[in-house]
Every structure is written in C-alpha cells, then in structure tokens.
C-alpha cells in the first residue's frame, strides 16, 4: 500500500506540474516541459509497475497493458490471494473466461470474486460478465482501479479495526460452535441427537423436532451452535458441495440437444426444441422450445436415470418467457409410479430469467425421474427458453454447476 501511495503522490505532483505550471516555466521552459512530460509520465508507471510485478507496458508502442495483465499485477500484491481458491462457481461467472490467457485466469477469478476492477468490465442482467482479458487498458482506467484498490484496502482496515474493538459484544457465553463430521444420528423421545467429530474430538448435542435440518445423516461434515448449559443446538448448517445429478446435455445445451425431448410421461409431442444462441442464461446457448397449440401441455421432458435416490430432493431450473406465461414444473416417478409429494409447481412467467424450484420426496428409492417443463393448460403458441437445470440431493437449492 506504501508503493501505490507513493505511485499516486508522484502521480498528483507530477499533474501539478503539468496542468498547472508556474509563469517561469510557460515562458522559459515550454519546450524542456513538453519533451519530459511523456518520459516522466513514463517514469512514474513504471515505477509502479516495477513494484507490483514483471509486467510492464510498453510506451515505444503505447500504454499496453491488458485486462489480464492488470488483475495479475494487482493479485501478486494482494495477501489474500494466496489463500485464494479458483472455484468453477467464479469461473463459470465470466462469460469469456477462455478467452483468459490460463498463466492468468486464477488472478482474473480474484479480481472478479472481490470485485476489484468491477469499473472496467461489463456485468449482463443475468448476473455473466463480459471481463475482456486481452482489452487493452487506458493509462486513465490503469490509474482507477489503483486507486479503488487502495480505498478499498484502507476500508478493509478500517472495518478490521472495528470488529476487533466490537469482538465479543455479541457472543453468549453459554453458547459455543463445532465444526465436524456427523458420526451418530439417534432419536430420543422427541428430539434427535447427533455426534460430531472433529480434530479436538466428539461432541453430543440434540435438535428439538422442528429443528432437524432436512436431509441429515452421519457422513455428513455439519457446524452447530450448541447452548453448553443443556446441549441443546440453537444453530446448524450442512456443509455440503453441490453435486448436480444431471448429465451434461441435461444441465444445459451447450454440447447437443440429446438429453431432453419434446415427448414423455404427461408431455405432449408437438413442441419443437432448439439450440440457440440468442438467449442464454449462462454459456453460449439455451434450449428452446416453441409450442404450437397442439396441446394445452406441451413443453420438454428429460430423464434422471442413475444411482438410486430417497429422501428430499430438489429439481431447480432458469426459465425465460414472455410476460404472465402460465408455466408448469413436475416431477414423476417412473420407478414407482407415482407423482412423489412436492413435485408440482405452477407460476407465471415474469419476462426475465429467473430460477424456479421443486422439491420432493420419492416413497421408495427411485432410478427413474422424469423432470418435465411445460406450458400449464395454455394453447397459446409460445416461445420459451431454458437453462442451469439441476438435481441435487437435499431440500435447498444451491448455487448451479454443470452436470457431469
């Protein structure tokens, strides 16, 4: 921070003497001033550059410095970017983000995921940006985002220090947070208890009966917020990845069209299903489905066909559709036979891509789901699009990754 402090003080005395120059210098030394402006301009970045990393830009040929070069100048000076972790989640976010040169790309995630140069690119309505690596940078933008950087560090501190000066204001002392794996899942009259283990050992606590979060079974890695006066669990979160039960060419379309059809149980044929690029939630493209009043159900089916599933499952999906479209989600067991409960959704478009979601129970464990997006009892011929489907085990909808 003491480097671009002092990059920006030269910088501030440097426009001092070049926009706002004393009389002796106008009358005396107005061509000495316009032959040193670019080398001391020159100068000054370099200087900066030098301190921040190897890349430097080249004034024989301009101010060349790109998108990518710059996130990776700011990243090696950031203490946090070693601890950093390239996730598919930040990586998926950017919609050119193989455009990056790869030496580059976990720096570009770190500016992206702490919103560094967030002046510089362009954020679409669905939430992609549109980073441009190879774009090249204005000395003015290199100068911007420097100096964000710094204000953001300066209220990183500040904030710090407050929290260190707050630190204990609003912790219970009868309560107490652990960390772990669900060894042990028992029911004692009416309530559940569990044993964690962790690095410091085994811990018992119990959830009341409207407290058991759904899905909760030993293996599971868990964080519990314990009353230590009764053992009672006041706070719990399951800490699980996100595992899309979806093929591929069943989370989206970006490889091919195979893992949906326009026919299946309760789906009427008609509908004409396409791959297009002029709408996508994420990725290049979308499906898209065109109805044509052949039927008051018409839309798309695709099949999950793998390892047997039980318990609470939660089928999520990104729609687009013209306004006040009457849509409907269903799930049915094909194992079974059955429409398992909470496996029905009916809404009305709202013009945007949005998420929606359904989440169900199968009475017997299931190999065959049939996940269906259709119109809800509308003969109108229709247009809609879709994307990011995702099976996932659990009764929470979690931030979408591709199926394998």
């Known amino acids: 921070m003491r480097k671009i402090l002092s990059f920006l003080l030269v910088f501030s005395l440097l426009c001092g003497g070049i926009l706002l120059p004393q009389n002796a ?6 061509q000495k001033k316009q032959s040193n402006q670019g080398q001391s301009k020159k100068m000054v970045v370099n200087n900066c550059v030098r301190d921040f990393g190897k890349i430097k830009p080249d004034f024989n040929k301009g101010f060349k410095l790109t998108r990518a070069q710059l996130a990776a100048i700011i990243a090696q000076k950031d203490a946090n970017f070693k601890k950093f972790k390239e996730s598919k989640e930040i ?13 580059y790309r976990k720096a570009v995630c770190f500016v992206v995921s702490e919103e560094i140069m967030e002046d510089l690119y362009k954020t679409l309505p669905n939430g992609k940006i549109v980073f441009q690596p190879n774009k090249q940078v204005t000395f003015m933008e290199f100068l911007c985002v420097l100096r964000n950087y710094e204000c953001s560090q300066n209220a990183d501190a500040d904030k710090d220090k407050d929290e260190d000066k707050d630190e204990g204001k609003d912790v219970r002392e009868d309560e107490v947070i652990y960390t772990g794996t669900v060894r042990l899942v028992e029911k004692i009259g009416n309530n559940t208890w569990i044993t964690v283990k962790n690095s410091e050992g085994l811990f018992s606590a119990y959830f009341t009966a409207n407290n058991v979060p759904n899905g909760l079974k030993t293996g599971m890695e868990i964080e519990i917020k314990v009353n230590v ?41 008609g509908a004409k299903l396409n791959k297009t690029t002029s709408e996508k939630w994420q990725g290049k493209s979308s499906l898209q489905v065109t109805t044509i009043g052949y039927n008051a159900w018409q839309g798309v089916n695709t099949v999950y066909q793998g390892e047997g599933l039980t318990g609470p499952l939660t089928f999520s999906f990104y729609v687009k559709a013209p306004v006040g479209t009457p849509l409907r989600a269903v799930v049915y067991d094909q194992d079974n036979k059955t429409y398992p409960t909470g496996g029905v959704l009916n809404f009305k478009a709202t013009g945007e891509w949005e998420r929606q979601a359904v989440t169900f129970t199968p009475i017997k464990s299931s190999e065959n789901l049939s996940l269906q997006i259709t119109l809800d009892n509308f003969t109108n011929p229709t247009v809609f699009y879709l994307d990011g489907l995702q099976l996932e085990k659990g009764s929470q909808v979690s931030t979408w990754v591709s199926g394998d």
Not at 238 to 243: A, D, P, R, S
């Open 25 to 30: 210098w106008a009358d005396n030394h107005k």
């Open 91 to 103: 990586s998926k976010k950017i919609n050119d983000y193989k455009a990056i040169p790869e030496k």
């Open 229 to 269: 006066n009764n053992n009672k669990i006041v706070e719990s979160n399951l800490i699980q990845e996100t595992k899309n039960l979806l093929t591929a060419n069943q989370s989206n379309v970006e490889q091919d069209l195979t893992g949906f059809s326009n026919t299946g149980f309760n789906t009427y044929a």
